[in-house]
């Protein structure tokens, strides 16, 4: 489980201000946990997900201190695109990037929570479609959703996937269970707070794709 | 039909010399022929298509003498490359590009021949289908050729893909289908050419992803 656990996400401070910095720096090691789904078939989505951080990134740099939090990024950029805003900037690359971490965290939780396919005990395909179905299928028209059932047909078998999770070190199935769990202590904290502020702020929008 | 004509392929010499530099010129402008096909769905596939060039560049920018013409780039590589060789820098970024290369050219013929689905004459998903099956189809598994099909039902109307090429104006479709024509005469010869390169130089492979 060294991929997450290297890079676990910070504790949050209480009113839940989350540093921009230390964000794009916990964020920015999981793009290759979508290489652990196996195939190349998920690279688009890898694709996607680094698209989304270097556009916060480059908002951030821009004027680290302007930036400084997620909040002052919706903030400011809510008085600088006017109507066009959720809809831009910053707050569109991160309304879909916690929707990407969204779909990470269910399927790990799922995972830890030991959901299963009688069936297919091994098989992940039902976190997989879990994840999908709470995260993301709303935001995505009929025919992405077909693609969606098309590309799960390339999900990896569970041992597989948690042995890549654990970067390929042959580590007892609860010890990398166990490490999920660690993980997703901050990590579920942290996007339960970005959904707040989106909600709060009003900046969540249900377009599809 | 701005988009291709504007952009059009060079005369090749005898015996199909094909230059590096004016190539990559050239290709350069296909990409937004994906963005003909109206969907964002298609984004991952003008991506893929990007890195092939971007990947051939770089190769060409390192050395412009050395890599001054197609040919010599692969002849380059293959001493370079040993038994990696075919599957390794710009000669595998060439023959998947070839590929996609041969997609758009087999649609446009399509297109222009009038071939055309009787019960549903503005859609193009046969003209489509025509060219993946012929460029694309044994390169890929099971699995992409599923996404493939769900992907093919977000084509436009045969109508609406015409005025794109046309970059929006409003121009007979008659005339459209001779600047198609036109487009393709030295494409397809460029095309051919580096097709008969990949077969006499033996750098074709067949692996599936
Ligand atoms: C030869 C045949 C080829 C046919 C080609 C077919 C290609 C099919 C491609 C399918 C789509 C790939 C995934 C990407 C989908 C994206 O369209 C959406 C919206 O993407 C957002 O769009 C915004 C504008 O509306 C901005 O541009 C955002 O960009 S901005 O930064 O500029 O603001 C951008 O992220 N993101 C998403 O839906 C996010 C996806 C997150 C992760 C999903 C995990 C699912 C895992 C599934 C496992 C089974
Ligand atoms: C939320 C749900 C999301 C689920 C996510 C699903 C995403 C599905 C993605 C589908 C695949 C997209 C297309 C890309 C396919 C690519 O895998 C292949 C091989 O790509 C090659 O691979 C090589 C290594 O083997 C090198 O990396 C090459 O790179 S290198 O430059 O580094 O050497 C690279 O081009 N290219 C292709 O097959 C080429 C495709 C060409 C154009 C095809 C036109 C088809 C038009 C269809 C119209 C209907």
Sequence with gaps: MSLLLENQFPVLPNPYEIATKSFLESVSHLPPFFDCLGSKVFAPIKADINGNITKIRAVYDSDPVKYETLQKILETEKGM???????????LALMWLKRGLRFIQILLQSLAD???DENNPNHIRVNITKAYEQALKRYHGWIVQKIFKAALLAAPYRSDFLKA?????????EDCLANIRQFLLNF?????????MYTVMNA?????V
Tied chains: 1, 2.
Excluded: F, M, R
């Design 165 to 173: 999770l654990s970067k390929g070190q042959v580590v007892a199935e």
């Design 188 to 196: 579920t904290t942290t996007i339960d707070a970005i959904y707040e």
């Design 204 to 208: 969540e929008l249900d377009y599809t």
């Design 114 to 116: 030991g959901e299963q």
């Design 81 to 91: 695109y006017g109507s066009e805003w959720p809809k831009a900037g910053a707050t």
